[in-house]
């Protein structure tokens, strides 16, 4: 079995095969970022299609709050299950190249056909189904990343990979802006579909590489051989003994279930995922119909919020692989207050100028927090249900914060369709659950490797430094620490970087 060397303190020097010393990884990275993009284009489509007349009238929506903002909210429900249920299929069966191609034609034919639906409810249906498409990309993303980075560079492709969530929003409002001006409603989904064929399919297959038994092994081959309660002297699990079929989609979602903080990181990303969704959907229509910029105006502005979180995530990213693992939660700590005080501003200001300026600090300090919440779930879910992990946080937050738009269209609706002022509420009350689970997190934080410890073996050395991750790279499920020239084995875990 081959060891790790360590040079730095959390940083392995792997050998030239391993994936993870590859240059090739940040490719599939910034393939990531551009598929993650052209993703966020396709959901902002709606939110600017409903400042759009024919649009609107084509599918009986004038006037109608709730429907409008109901289009965004079926799309995440379809997206929320699809990410808690799919992703153990994806993770165990597919693996991240093939399932990003599935998912990629599928939404890219589904938004292709939308101008061809003949009703609402037919639209909404096939609004759901984009979802679902969509649902597994982030954990697959995730996936991505924890495979070939080690825990301490985990912070900087977290980052890069979601600027696609910016990039696509900023990019898109002022894109579908554009169609719409110089053509029509209907052009806006063709370009969309045809993009995502065109440049989101031939992108997955030069640049994600399929990882190979010799680094982690498959999906499958990783759900099977893994138990925690086993020691690596123990010998192989037995044939007749490992999870086959729906048994190994099971395991994979219990081990999944079992992330520490899970709770308090169901709540930070529910929070997060409203507060982009609720911004995306309404900002649109807030500064054509409220703040009374025009049509021009109003696409490069609604674009302005996520433009300036693209280097504010970049941004956390770097802070995030430069600080204890104990204190990653300040990163939401802070962009939670800053994000909250900028909408309460938003709402207050007279002055038109001032609250587009407050909405696009707003979008800076929530662009802090988006590198944060995968990161915590790379670092504390176990080894081989991590895209899981993800997926049930990703997954349950969009479902929950799905109901965003409409509730915001709800609340728009109280004042005969303008009542903007209560619908931006709903943004700051968001930023105030960030802040209260994050202090939580700062608080109790103790890393997910906290424990009593286990003695030295016979012969070490008092007051070695304990590498923070020091895993065997070929079996990590079965994981090994070295201490010296010693290697404690099993599933015990002895705190990183203490002094025993």
């Known amino acids: 079995m081959r060891r790790a060397a360590f040079g730095r303190l959390g940083r392995v020097d792997e050998g030239p095969t391993d994936l993870r010393s590859k240059a090739g990884r940040w490719y599939g990275v910034l393939t990531f970022t551009v598929v993650v993009a052209i993703s966020y284009v396709d959901r902002v489509n709606i939110s600017v299609l409903i400042t759009d007349n024919a649009f609107l009238d084509r599918f009986g929506l004038a006037g109608d709050r709730v429907a409008q903002g109901a289009l965004m909210t079926v799309f995440l429900l379809g997206y929320g299950l699809a ?142 051989d893994r138990d925690v309660d086993r020691q690596p002297e123990d010998g192989p699990i037995p044939s007749d003994h490992r999870p086959r079929g729906f048994g190994i989609l099971l395991s994979t979602l219990v081990r999944a279930l079992r992330t520490p903080r899970l709770g308090w990181l169901l709540l930070i990303e529910i929070a997060t995922l409203a507060f982009l969704w609720g911004t995306a959907s309404w900002l649109p229509s807030y500064l054509l119909q409220e703040r009374h910029f025009s049509a021009a105006q109003t696409g490069w502005l609604a674009a302005l919020p996520f433009t300036v979180s693209l280097g504010s995530g970049l941004l956390g990213g770097l802070f995030i692989d430069r600080v204890p693992q104990r204190h990653l939660p300040l990163m939401l ?50 080894a081989g249900s991590v895209g899981s992990a993800y997926g049930v946080v990703n997954g349950v937050g969009n479902l929950v914060s799905a109901f965003m738009p409409t509730l915001m269209g709800t609340a728009i609706a109280t004042d005969s369709g303008h009542g903007f002022a209560a619908g931006l509420s709903l ?47 070929a079996k990590p499920d079965r994981a090994q620490r070295t201490c010296g020239s010693h290697t404690i084995s099993g599933r015990h875990s002895v705190p990183g970087g203490k002094r025993l």
Not at 101 to 130: D, K, Y
Not at 185 to 210: E, K, M, Y
Not at 444 to 457: C, I, N, S, T, V
Request: proline share 6%; net charge positive.
């Open 83 to 224: 990410a808690f249920v799919l992703t153990p299929v994806y993770e165990t069966l597919l693996g991240v190249r093939r399932g990003l191609v599935v998912s990629v034609a599928t939404w890219a034919v589904l938004t292709f056909v939308s101008p061809w639906i003949g009703s609402l409810f037919l639209l909404l249906a096939v609004r759901c189904l984009l979802g679902a498409a969509e649902g597994p990309l982030f954990s697959l993303k995730t996936m991505y990343v924890k495979d070939r980075f080690a825990d301490a560079e985990l912070g900087r492709p977290n980052a890069v990979s979601s600027m696609g969530v910016s990039l696509g929003t900023a990019v898109g409002m002022p894109l579908i802006t554009l169609l719409i001006v110089h053509s029509d409603w209907t052009t806006s989904f063709h370009a969309l579909g045809a993009l995502n064929a065109l440049l989101g399919i031939p992108l997955v297959l030069l640049f994600i590489r399929p990882t190979t038994a010799g680094n982690r092994g498959s999906g499958r081959d990783r759900a099977q």
């Open 333 to 382: 700590v802070v962009g939670s207050v800053g994000a909250g005080a900028c909408a309460t501003l938003a709402v207050a200001a007279t002055s038109a100028t001032v609250s587009a300026t407050a909405l696009i600090l707003a979008g800076g300090f929530w662009g802090l927090q988006g590198p944060a919440i995968p990161t915590l779930v790379q670092r504390h879910a176990p």
């Open 427 to 473: 943004l700051v009350v968001t930023q105030l659950i960030t802040l209260v689970s994050a202090v939580v997190l700062l608080l109790r934080h103790r890393g997910p490797h906290a424990g009593q410890g286990l003695p030295l073996p016979s012969g070490a050395v008092p007051g070695h430094l304990l590498p923070a991750h020091g895993y065997d790279v």
